[in-house]
């Protein structure tokens, strides 16, 4: 009864929607706003059910283990001011009594948390002057009504707005269909962000863990932070593990992007050349030359090749670009030098649950078969981007009324160069589309400089797009 009231009350109107208020959606909101800071008075909402923004699932967890992977002095709200958060920690770190986040190199890698705190106190200014208000509700539908969009709540509250930005976080890993068998049983960990999943494990208890990228360390160093002593595998059809930072201070090397290569072969026969022409050089230093340049090198490649990067090159990318920071790589080779972490390189095949603990059965590399026995099974393999369109949810029901589309690619959301979101290749008018999700277009959008990037684009579109639309209004009246 009450949700039929809320339904029926006059739908409240904002100019801008951001759904998601992480990181993307608070840096888009807190840029359109020093932009345009005559759209007045709650003239930009943001959807977000945790109860502050800026945290999100990326800095939204207390675990102290949980570090930022780049250091500090290449994370910033603004790319114009690429010290901002270093100068902020540096000025707040008496807080946090946390000695260990300064490294002899002077790279700084705080938490995450301090991160997310960095960011809401960013955008604190905007919601005390009511310019921004910060729905903390789930939205759960967005239909487009007319000239704008309609947009309810998990509460069945319902908002209207001229223009929505999809803004939310990577969807939770999905477990690989040969465990489906055994998704519900209480020792597998689906999701290894939930609060506090780990706080019940025995310390002795023998680990699973599917997938061995940054998810996977992060895993570890939580559980020896708290005691874990007792055996880890680790899965994964390669059996990479993420690799860290170079010691020196970074140096970029390697240009990719002046005429940029057609095909994803000649695009690693020239990564490959320029990393042996300096062979004395850390290959940090080529790695992140290429993703600076990522932009022009993506979209140079045509789908087809754009395809086959992702089916063939992209686990190689992933270990390389994705790097742990050293304290975490320091808990991971601590643990493999006592022979606590074993990595395979294997697929899993099927398993079981019994009383006395889940059985994996592997196909390793090379085609030897290997068993597994576990006590706890945790899932790490990474954001099911591939299913974000077929299970339930706001942008599931955006596809089936033909208002999102996943991108040729299949990394995420289809969209243009200028952020709309696209359905059989043309604009949706008012729709657009940030952060990760929108990778397919723009290839390189899942480490933090490059997102910055991408959310001050996002919001300097709205800005002009919000300019026009007043100037028209003026000459109409």
């Known amino acids: 009864m009450n949700a039929e009231v809320q339904i029926s009350r006059q739908p409240v109107f904002a100019t801008v929607a951001i759904i998601g208020g992480g990181a993307t959606g608070t840096m888009i909101a807190y840029h359109l706003l020093r932009k345009r800071p005559d759209l007045g008075s709650k003239s930009v909402v943001i959807f977000e059910p945790r109860p502050r923004l800026g945290a999100g699932v990326a800095y939204g967890s207390e675990d102290p283990q949980h570090r930022i992977n780049v250091p500090a002095s290449r994370m910033s709200i603004d790319t114009e001011r690429p010290e901002d958060f270093a100068d902020w920690f540096k000025w707040h770190s008496h807080k946090t009594c946390d000695p260990e986040a300064f490294l002899p190199s002077g790279d700084i890698y705080p938490t995450r948390a301090e991160f997310g705190r960095y960011l809401f106190e960013r955008i604190t200014p905007f919601l005390v002057n009511e310019t921004l208000q910060h ?47 055994i998704a519900h049983d209480p020792r597998v960990i689906s999701d290894p962000w939930a609060k506090d999943v780990f706080k019940t494990i025995d310390p002795r208890a023998r680990i699973a863990i599917i997938g061995t990228g940054l998810t996977m360390a992060d895993v570890v160093a939580t559980l020896a932070a708290q005691g874990h002593l007792g055996p880890i595998t ?31 072969l000649g695009l690693l026969r020239r990564i490959r050349k320029t990393l042996a022409s300096a062979s004395e050089r850390p290959w940090q230093d080529t790695l992140d030359a290429i993703r600076r340049q990522g932009k022009t090198i993506w979209t140079a490649l045509p789908v087809a090749e754009q395809r086959r990067l992702v089916r063939h090159l992209r686990p190689f990318w992933d270990v390389h670009r994705f790097r742990i920071a050293p304290q975490v790589e320091r808990a991971l080779n601590l643990r493999s030098e ?140």
């Open 135 to 181: 729905i903390q509700d789930t939205v759960v539908s967005v239909q487009h009504t007319g000239e704008h969009w309609q947009i309810q709540t998990g509460h069945g509250a319902i908002y209207t707005a001229a223009y929505v930005v999809i803004a939310t976080s990577h969807p939770v890993p999905a477990l690989p269909g040969p465990l489906k068998g």
């Open 234 to 264: 680790a899965v994964s059809r390669r059996g990479l593990r993420s690799r860290g930072h170079s010691h020196g201070p970074a140096n970029l090397f390697g240009d990719f992007s002046t005429n940029p290569e057609q095909t994803a």
């Open 338 to 477: 006592t022979g606590l972490l074993t990595v395979l390189a294997a697929r899993v095949e099927s398993a079981e649950a019994a009383p006395d603990g889940l059985t994996l059965y592997l196909r390793e590399r090379g085609g030897r078969s290997r068993t597994v026995h576990a006590d706890i099974l945790i899932n790490t393999t990474g954001p099911d981007h591939a299913g974000i369109l077929t299970k339930p949810g706001f942008l599931s029901r955006l596809a089936h009324d033909g208002f999102a589309q996943r991108d040729p690619v299949g990394l995420g959301l289809w969209t243009d160069k200028d952020h709309s979101a696209l359905v059989d290749g043309l604009p949706v008018s008012g729709l657009l589309v940030a952060g990760p999700l929108s990778r397919g277009t723009f290839g390189e959008l899942m480490g933090f400089p490059e997102v910055t990037a991408n959310s001050q684009s996002v919001a300097s579109r709205l800005a002009d797009i919000l300019q026009i639309s007043t100037y028209s209004e003026q000459v109409h009246s």
